[in-house]
């Protein structure tokens, strides 16, 4: 360590770059990756930001390797150098801003003091897979990973009953690999206890880059198309529906529009709660009640 590198304050980013492809970075983290002198990440990462790295220290770690990663960052970043940890997607959703921050946290860092950390946002796996989708995810939705390494499947059950129960869109990240074979399968019975086997499902693989594959099924044909750690499943809501090869989630304006007209509906007012009769159903037309506030 030189004695320049001891006296001023390291830098260290956290970038979320996205689906891959070049064009779907941030300003912001191309700027980043710009300005730091050593970036780092897992292999497979690296090389989709392989032409922006030209003259820089580059660290590849494997898959498993999401500490050791962090650690580095950490510690050249200490040191007084400039690091880019990366990261596909969005660096905070199942991202190495979380090991980061642990590691930070129990070394007693605190802001202000080195290295000076920035969190830069990457577009989601969900976002970019919904926008190869159309629009699944117009409504309430959640995510969940299938992946039982670091959470104990229990824990992840009772998450998809309760995203089934609650009729959220859901987005599945990690579905299945080579050793974890048999949890989509039991996905698909916990969620088929909610939603009708017609249910909409988008299945996209590698989003944005070169192999990238988009298949639009169902709840009841899901496990039968190829799924891997690459994949992210959406599956819809009870009113979701397939509309010319895409998903579409209805936000709801059909509960309190005419949408021929854009004139609000009997009984709903623009701007105030959406209105139900004694059913629990939106008013309409045949609603009867007086009109009031909702």
Known sequence: MNEMNQA???????????????????????????ESEVVIGYTTYIKLIAEMLAGKEVIRKGMTEELDRATEAIELARAGRTVALVSSGDIGVYGMAGPTFELLREQGWKPGESPQVEVIA???????????????????????????????????????????QGDFVIALYNPQSKRRTWQLKRTQEILLRYRAP??????????????????LTDLEHMTE?????????????????????????????????????????????????????PAGKPESAGAQGPEGEG
């Open 8 to 34: 001023r304050k390291g830098r260290l980013f956290l970038i979320g770059f996205g689906p891959g492809a070049h064009d779907q970075l941030t300003l912001r983290a191309r700027q980043a990756i710009a």
């Open 122 to 164: 990457g577009v989601t796996a969900l976002s970019s897979c919904a926008a190869r989708l159309g629009a699944p995810l117009t409504h309430d939705f959640a995510a969940i990973s299938l992946s039982d390494l670091l959470t104990p499947w229990p824990v992840i059950e009772r998450r998809l009953e309760a995203a089934g």
């Open 198 to 215: 017609a249910t909409p499902v988008g299945i996209v693989k590698s989003a944005y880059r070169k192999l990238e594959s988009v298949v």
């Open 225 to 277: 198309h190829e799924v891997g750690m690459l994949t992210t499943i959406l599956v819809g809501n009870s009113n979701t529906v397939a509309f010319e090869g895409m998903m579409l989630t209805p936000r709801g304006y059909t509960n309190k529009y005419d949408l021929e007209t854009g004139e609000a509906l009997p009984g709903q007012r623009p701007g105030l709660s959406l209105k139900l009769d």
